[in-house]
């Protein structure tokens, strides 16, 4: 019966087989490695897309390791809202308590932050910290934007200009007064709003307040909060939390649970962004993405006016995909984009059809403009520096003076025709036979005459040229 089986056959069933049993190996090392503990996750800066990785990748390892409960250390000024409600959404859905924690004392959950911690099964804070500030915030708007007081700045100029004339009105005029803010504004505010109440209605916590972080920024410290069912614990540590979490019941998606009295005897087990997580942390930083974007467009272009090099290019590649990958997370305005890659065009076209600075002036004036508009957020950590912007700009503007004054040189040095300019040079014979001289000048080897014999290695001066043959004398 072996016999009739081919031996192709044979090999895929051995390559199977081998598969299965590796698979299961590996299974059964996983299940090995995990353990009952405390998974520990930081957030410590302005929230983007590499700490929403981090955090849902973080999350899943340490539902596979069994952690029975997540602690998330947050300190952030806010961040992009696309990469917040990624992480509430992964923390509403989570089959693992999580317990976020504003630590450590000084720290602060403000605008994003109050939000993932209001979407928090526990809601903890260490003392000296603070949170609130939910009104959102834009750059670039039209007027009326909000700021971060939460009021549209041409409102607050009118509320001033009232005050000071004296306008008193009825309880029930004033209730009549129409919203402040455009309509886009008011969209925001509102959707914002309701998202927060329905967030803290989740978790019996104080819906009114929320709305009035989003509305009028407020802001309150750690013992405020507990007093007024913001939060639900005030901690002076990780092990002062577990001791008071344990034993109490939190709604998970798939239900209310208790959590276990013997959870403060977990161990903590850290979780650290790995190397993949640092590197998208790094390209999405606004200043990183910003430099691969011109070092991009600039490789290109010294690429395209000199083909072959293939450094340029291959560099020029490489940064751009980096960059567009960058941009592509982020909260880019295109004109700005667009003004960049003018502005750089504009610079090098300087250098090759020089405009007596036309061309490099334009280019560095829509080179700084689109970097200032180039990220279109007021998030803190979340912009291109103004430094940074100054920086490349002076740069540039040091090239193109180097330029003209290397051009200004040039037009000041004395014409000499072609067939004149080695006139006087020194060269070095290289080779002498009965029918020719060669000597060796600049790198190159020139045919030569000389009325007296010469001998390889002598030092000789050009005298005259006549086309490609040089007349020399020793010397």
């Known amino acids: 019966m072996l016999n009739q089986i081919s031996p192709a056959v044979f090999s895929r069933s ?24 405390v998974a520990l996750l930081t957030i410590d800066g302005a929230i983007g897309p590499a700490t929403t990785d981090y955090f849902k990748r973080a999350t899943e ?18 961040g992009l809202d696309a990469a917040s409600r990624d992480i509430i959404q992964h923390i509403l859905s989570s089959p693992i308590p999580i317990a976020t924690y504003v630590y450590p004392s000084g720290a602060r959950a403000a ?20 949170l609130g500030a939910a009104t ?5 708007g039209p007027p009326g934007t909000p ?28 209730e009549e007064k129409p919203l402040s803010g455009t309509a886009m504004e008011r969209k925001v505010v509102n959707d914002s709003v309701a998202f927060i109440r329905g967030l803290a209605q989740r978790h019996g916590r104080n819906a009114d307040w929320a709305e009035k972080a989003v509305r009028e920024a407020a802001t309150l410290t750690a013992s405020e909060a507990l007093e007024m069912n913001v939060v639900d614990i005030v901690a002076k540590n990780d092990q002062d939390l577990l001791k008071q979490i344990a034993g109490r019941k939190v709604s998970l998606d798939s239900g209310e649970i208790t959590l276990s009295t013997e959870i403060a005897q977990l161990p903590i087990e850290n979780y650290e962004p790995d190397w993949r997580n640092e590197l998208l942390a790094l390209i999405t930083n606004p200043q990183v993405a910003y430099i691969l974007l011109l070092i ?52 090098v076209a300087e250098v090759f059809m020089p405009s007596f600075g036309a061309l490099g002036i334009g280019g560095i004036i829509a080179l700084v403009i689109g970097s200032v508009m180039l990220i279109d957020t007021d998030v803190p950590g979340m912009q291109v520096s103004r430094k940074l912007i100054g920086a490349i700009a002076g740069v540039s503007g040091l090239f193109l003076l180097t330029f003209f004054l290397a051009i200004g040189r040039s037009l000041r040095t004395p014409r000499v025709p072609a067939d004149q300019a080695l006139v006087g040079r020194s060269a070095v014979v290289s080779d002498v036979t009965e029918t020719e001289v060669l000597v060796h000048l600049d790198g190159e080897i020139w ?3 000389c009325e007296t014999p010469l001998e390889p290695g002598q030092r000789v001066r050009v005298i005259a040229q006549h086309g490609l043959l040089l007349y020399v004398e020793p010397g």
């Not at 051995?14 to 503990?37: R, Y």
């Not at 390892?61 to 806010?78: F, S, V, W, Y």
């Not at 959102?136 to 670039?140: E, F, N, T």
């Open 111 to 130: 605008s994003a932050g109050t939000y993932i911690l209001y979407a928090s099964q526990i809601a903890a804070m260490a003392p000296a910290t603070t």
């Open 447 to 449: 045919k030569a005459q």
């Open 296 to 347: 991009g467009i600039y490789g290109l272009i010294f690429e395209g006016y000199s083909p072959g090099a293939f450094v340029p290019g291959i560099v020029g590649v490489i940064c751009l995909l980096l960059a567009f990958y960058a941009l592509q997370v982020l909260p880019i305005n295109y004109a700005g984009l667009a003004l960049i890659i003018v502005g750089a065009l504009l610079i």
């Open 136 to 140: 959102p915030v834009q750059i670039g």
């Open 14 to 37: 051995v390559a199977f087989l081998a598969l299965f049993f590796s698979v299961l190996i590996c299974k059964s090392a996983a299940q090995e490695g995990a353990f009952p503990h």
């Open 61 to 78: 390892e340490a539902g596979e390791r069994g952690a029975e409960l997540i602690i998330l250390h947050i300190d952030t000024p806010g």
């Open 147 to 174: 700021t971060p007081g939460g009021k549209p700045q041409e409102s607050e100029k009118k509320e001033e200009k009232e005050k000071e004339e004296g306008d008193e009105k009825s309880e029930e005029e004033k």
